[in-house]
């Protein structure tokens, strides 16, 4: 079965300070990774996919199978990047189905 | 354009009945997916529907149902409540029911049920 660790509750930093938001992940194939973000009374949205090597918001994440590991970084954070974070995980099979890990709590403080 | 509503947004029921909670999805999109999101469990997936015709299903028992109607629409349908059914329950709309990686998923407000 496929399962999506986020081993940090709440991680808090200074505002300019980096962030890495870990996210591990257990699945027999080739996931397709996201991070997901919620900022305070907003829905849940899309940071970023694996499959874009994208960077959103200062934010990029790597997809590193041999760790199974899709860890979210920021080199400078901001105190706008306060916010619910998900790493979740697609099964390229199984149409829109996401399975989320617990979610990260981001405090970036001034 | 509109984003995923979900209707009502708030709702109290008492253990034993039923509840039916509404969602429209972005005009366009055909694939609705249902979420349950509690304190104790997090954000796990209930259902994907598709034309009508569900897709996927989760790890939920059968009091949890939906369906989803011509005009992409879907509702689903908790029987027989108990507490633990308590939690935020979303939606989300995506043009086609494939990945994600793909097709963008936009969810929806929720709807907060509580149990008593």
């Known amino acids: 079965a496929q399962r999506v660790t986020q081993p940090e509750k709440l991680l808090s930093v200074f505002k300019g300070a980096p962030v890495e938001l870990k996210c591990n992940y257990s699945y027999s194939g080739s996931p397709e990774l996201f991070w997901y973000v919620q900022y305070s009374r907003q829905r849940l949205q899309l940071l970023l996919r694996?499959?874009s090597r994208e960077s959103i918001k200062g934010f990029t994440a790597d997809l590193n199978k041999g760790e199974t590991s899709f860890h979210l970084k920021k080199p400078f954070a901001q105190e706008e990047d306060s916010a619910m974070y998900y790493c979740?995980?697609?099964?390229?099979?199984?149409?829109?189905?996401?399975?989320f890990g617990g979610g990260t709590r981001l405090m970036v403080k001034p | 354009k509109a984003g995923v509503t979900q209707t009502p947004r708030y709702l109290i029921k008492t253990r034993g009945q039923q509840v039916t909670l509404s969602c429209s999805p972005i005009?366009?999109?055909?694939?609705v997916s249902w979420y349950q999101q509690t304190p104790g469990q997090g954000l796990q997936f209930l259902f994907e529907y598709f034309s009508e015709t569900q897709r996927n299903k989760g790890n939920f028992p059968g009091r949890f149902s939906g369906r989803q109607f011509s005009n992409s629409r879907s509702e689903m349908n908790v029987s027989t409540l108990e507490l633990g059914d308590s939690a935020l329950y979303l939606c989300a709309s995506s043009r086609l029911p494939t990945s994600p990686a793909y097709y963008e998923q936009y969810f929806g407000p929720g709807t907060r049920l509580t149990v008593t």
């Open positions: 005009s366009g999109h055909r694939s």
């Open positions: 979740a995980l697609s099964d390229p099979n199984a149409g829109n189905m996401l399975t």
């Open positions: 694996h499959i």
